[in-house]
């Protein structure tokens, strides 16, 4: 993966930043409820710079990029998650690839989004149609990746998310994922929310914790600052006795690199890796989808993966 850079950022402000991205779990009464808060800014800033997105796509996919980010925080060793939408609407669907290491990476199927006329809001509703969310997770320990799916109901990343875990997994879950820009359309904040209650919690408790939830402020315009995650928590769930867990990192990173690229490229039936050879066009430009990386390979390069597979066949 190649990271575009940020424009007119410092080695400071890189720094800073990096070290901001993070996701904080913590538990409220006891236990009874779990939580995870995620910081993004820079993570959705690197997202939109490398796949090169308008305000309307950075909203879409930056709201993928962080539920998968605070779903991250249930997965232990090499374990993968990958969260994706199919839908009827301009959107067409999208990808979020996510692992235990925090480290997000996907995709828009479409870019630009079109559009009809001006945004009147950041209801992106219209833009996802009817369509199906689905969760897929990869387990080292499991046989088989296991899948959810719903039906979208809502049109919402947060909203839907929140009724896949109340069918799959039956527990009332709340996810509140935010994005905040300023005037001239620069991501200043990115952050979200994920609360879930473990069986045994009372309905009071349950109320009064959704009254706070419903009144907090937009974590993008929480995140605009410089505020600290778990005074954020302390002030906010302080009648629930709020404890922090632990505190991980969270990033925009792919591990696609020209190794892995010139490896599929081996897998094409070796006539074609023969005509790719010999009639081009070079150089060959393959793009990740997850990031937007382009690995360019040239006729040497081609020509050596199919002189490597004509001595592998002798």
Known sequence: MIKKSLPNETL???????????????????????????RGTRMVREMRENHELGILE?????????????????????????????????????????NAFGEVRGYLKQVPIPIEKPLADFNLAPFFGAGFLSVTKYMVDAKHPFTGKVMMENGSVAKDLTLYYLKSEQLPTAFNLSIHFDTDGKITGAGGLFLQA???????????????????????????????????????????????????RVEFYCHCNKTTIREMIALFPIDDLQEMATQGPFPLDIRCHHCNTVHQFDADDIQGVYQALVNENK
Request: proline residues 5%; charged residues 25%; contains cysteine.
């Open 12 to 38: 400071k402000d890189q720094l800073r930043d990096r070290a901001n991205d993070r996701l904080h779990n913590f538990m409220l009464v006891g236990g009874k409820v779990r939580g995870v808060i995620l």
């Open 58 to 98: 950075t909203l879409a996919l930056g709201h993928a990029y962080l539920a998968a980010g605070l779903m991250s925080a249930n997965l232990k060793g090499f374990d993968r998650l990958s969260l994706q939408i199919e839908c009827s609407g301009p959107i067409e669907g999208l990808v979020a690839e996510t």
């Open 198 to 248: 473990m069986p045994g919690v009372d309905d009071e408790t349950l109320t009064a914790i959704e009254t706070i939830v419903t009144k907090l402020p937009s974590l993008g315009i929480v995140f605009s600052e410089p505020r600290e995650v778990p005074a954020f928590i302390a002030e906010n769930f302080s009648a629930f006795s709020p404890k922090i867990l632990d505190n991980r």
